[in-house]
DNA sequence: ATCCCGAGGG
DNA sequence: CCCTCTGGAT
């Protein structure tokens, strides 16, 4: 079954302890766009969050739903008007694409309302297990995964708890290390950990809580 | 130069 | 596993 060692005979780190550290470190690790914004816009901005900084993403984001405030408006866009509205975030032709697309599918599909289960919005164009994620816990409060990112898939096998590079099998080491209910949240605290010290690279570790535990540390 | 709260395709 | 797609920030 697992390749995973037996965590009694080699206890090379204690996945509770880190995750219980990095949440007394970071209590303020929620992503803020669920605090104000709707289902759908969550996932049109995590859409284009992709390989960009969220502060670039934010800097468009009025614009982009005050032009285009639902699915019907977006999945009836203009390419050209809407690429220049989302251009500053990168990759703007793909993007623009998918989340009219998705906005197609969710207005014809869907009834302009966005899905809450993982095999409807993996449907949509541009949705993949990452952005689903985002989307079911911040929008509707659901744990049904863990959303692998850069920065989760770099501490994940910075400290040794997955070696692969694949965004899925890093998901499902974590899955099996941590407990269901703590996914969506832990998610949020391992990005703010990734961000805030573990980053790619000069890593804080002099200050880094967990490094005790991380096999990164121990060979540098 | 190098990275960013990735997806799709090979 | 690999690669490409893009602009902006550092």
Redesign the pocket.
Same mark, same amino acid.
């Given at each position: 079954m697992s390749a995973r060692p037996d965590s009694r005979e080699y206890p090379r780190w204690d996945a509770d302890k880190v995750y219980r550290v990095l949440c007394s470190k970071y209590p303020d690790a929620a992503?803020k766009q669920r605090h104000f914004r709707s289902p759908f816009q969550i996932l049109i901005l995590t859409?284009l969050?992709?390989?960009?900084?969220?502060?670039?993403v934010d800097a468009i984001a009025d614009s982009l739903f005050s032009r285009y405030p639902d699915s019907a408006a977006l999945a009836s866009a203009l390419t050209p008007e809407l690429e220049g509205i989302i251009?500053?975030t +990168?990759?703007?032709? @793909?993007k623009a694409r998918?989340i009219m697309g998705a906005s197609r599918v969710l207005h014809e599909t869907f009834g302009d309302k966005v899905p809450d289960d993982m095999a409807s919005l993996l449907t949509l164009?541009?949705? +993949?297990?990452?952005? @689903?994620n985002?989307v079911l816990y911040h929008a509707f409060s659901k744990n049904e995964g863990i959303?692998v990112?850069?920065?989760v898939r770099?501490l994940a096998n910075r400290i040794g708890f997955s070696s692969?590079?694949?965004?899925d099998?890093v998901e499902n080491d974590l899955m099996e290390l941590f407990p269901e209910g703590s996914w969506g949240h832990l998610?949020?605290v391992f990005?703010a950990h990734g961000?805030r010290c573990c980053?790619?690279?000069g890593p804080l570790c002099e200050q880094c809580p967990i490094s005790c535990y991380c096999a990164f540390f121990k060979k540098r």
């Open positions: 992503w859409i969050s992709a390989q960009t900084t969220d502060r670039q251009h500053s +990168g990759f703007f032709h @793909a998918h164009p541009g949705v +993949g297990r990452k952005t @689903a985002i959303a990112d850069t920065h770099r692969s590079q694949d965004q099998r998610t949020d990005i961000r980053m790619a690279r």
